[in-house]
């Protein structure tokens, strides 16, 4: 059900599992059972940050002019660094028609951003400007660990 749809509400898996099974459950239980379905079919968040490298870059391969630069930072234990781990900062990405659509619009750029939520908590960054048409023309894209951090 959840890979089918994933936002089935949890009222409908509840009701589902009494219709097909007969049993009663609580509200955390499916909850709980959601999340993990969640998890089996699209991974978890260590998987999703680790396959992002590998995202970045098969866009960059299929995508002719896609641009991207990916931050991160080894990740240390007390004085060790661990092997094959990386602690994420920032990306910053954009798309070929977006760097040549951006001569043909005004020449204000306006930034804006909205906060993830999650176990991975950082802000989504949007570089807009306005074409000719006074249309909102994407420029850029960029997740960051904060509004403010330091570097």
């Known amino acids: 059900m959840v890979k089918s749809d994933p936002s089935t509400p949890i009222a409908t898996i509840i009701s589902s599992i009494q219709t097909s099974i007969g049993y009663n459950t609580t509200y955390r239980k499916a909850w709980l059972a959601k999340q993990q379905a969640i998890e089996d079919v ?3 968040w260590e998987q999703s940050y680790n396959r992002l ?3 970045l870059q098969t ?5 002719p002019g896609f641009v991207y630069k990916l931050k991160t930072s ?3 234990n007390g004085d060790d660094v661990l092997q094959n781990q990386q602690h994420f900062r920032r990306v910053f990405w954009t798309f ?3 760097i040549d659509g951006f001569s043909f619009c005004k020449p204000i750029v306006q930034v804006d951003g909205t906060f993830l939520y999650g176990r991975y908590r950082g802000t989504l960054l949007v570089a807009v400007a306005q074409d000719g048409r006074n249309n909102i ?3 850029a894209f960029a997740i960051v660990e904060g509004e403010i951090a330091e570097t």
């Open 42 to 44: 699209y991974g978890n």
């Open 53 to 55: 490298l590998c995202l």
């Open 59 to 63: 866009m960059q391969t299929y995508l």
């Open 74 to 76: 080894p990740i240390t």
């Open 96 to 98: 070929k028609p977006y």
């Open 137 to 139: 023309f994407p420029i």
